[in-house]
T-cell receptor, first 112, second 113 residues
């Protein structure tokens, strides 16, 4: 059974600081997603990571994937208030292309 | 505009009264899924479909049914809703292929009393 764990679950940080959210998963996978959710809103796709060593960047967010360690990271650089949201990782089961398991989410609050 | 739509957006109902939440996408996507979101549990997949007439169970399928008779529609059916199905439900779709991102609908907040 695939388990996906994120940490931390809650993160409060100051603007301008750097931080990393971790996503660990328990079995082999061929695809990992990162999503953002604002309060009361739907999920917005941020990144899709497909291979070991994959790194993607968009603005102040950078995601990476280490399939050997079964670990993905979402790094925030010089945080700004607009990045306050809940971030989810989701991992696809290798045998089932559409079967996804989500982490619990990390609620990120960025204070001025 | 490319989008996934869900109806209704909000629903309050009583235990045992059958209901259907509709989901429709206009992007000709092969894959569609239903998820429920509960505090502290993240999103859990209920059912998914890889194309017309092809559906399979996710992690929490009990108490739910789905059908995929047309490519654009993927309704979620609760034959006899119970209070533990009170949740926020999301439909999502994506095209076939490993790298394609998934597009989520706006969500349906269901309360079963």
């Amino acid at each position: 059974e695939l388990k996906v764990e994120q940490n931390p679950l809650f993160l409060s940080m100051q603007e301008g600081k750097n931080y990393t959210i971790y996503c660990n998963y328990s079995t082999t996978s061929d695809r990992l997603y990162w999503y953002r959710q604002d309060p009361g809103k739907s999920l917005e796709s941020l990144f899709v990571l497909l291979s070991n060593g994959a790194v993607k960047q968009e603005g102040r967010l950078m995601a990476s994937l280490d399939t050997k360690a079964r670990l993905s990271t979402l790094h925030i650089t010089a945080a700004v208030h607009d990045l306050s949201a809940t971030y989810f990782c989701a991992v696809a089961l290798i045998q089932g292309a559409q079967k996804l398991v989500f982490g619990q989410g990390t609620r990120l609050t960025i204070n001025p | 505009e490319a989008q996934v739509t869900q109806n209704p957006r909000y629903l309050i109902t009583v235990t045992g009264k059958k209901l259907t939440v509709t989901c429709s996408q206009n992007m000709n996507h092969e894959y569609m899924s239903w998820y429920r979101q509960d505090p502290g549990l993240g999103l859990r997949q209920i059912y998914y479909s890889m194309n017309v007439e092809v559906t399979d169970k996710g992690d929490v399928p009990e108490g739910y049914k789905v059908s995929r008779k047309e490519k654009r529609n993927f309704p979620l059916i609760l034959e006899s809703p119970s209070p533990n199905q009170t949740s926020l439900y999301f439909c999502a779709s994506r095209p076939q292929g490993l790298s394609y991102e998934q597009y989520f609908g706006p969500g349906t907040r269901l309360t079963v009393t």
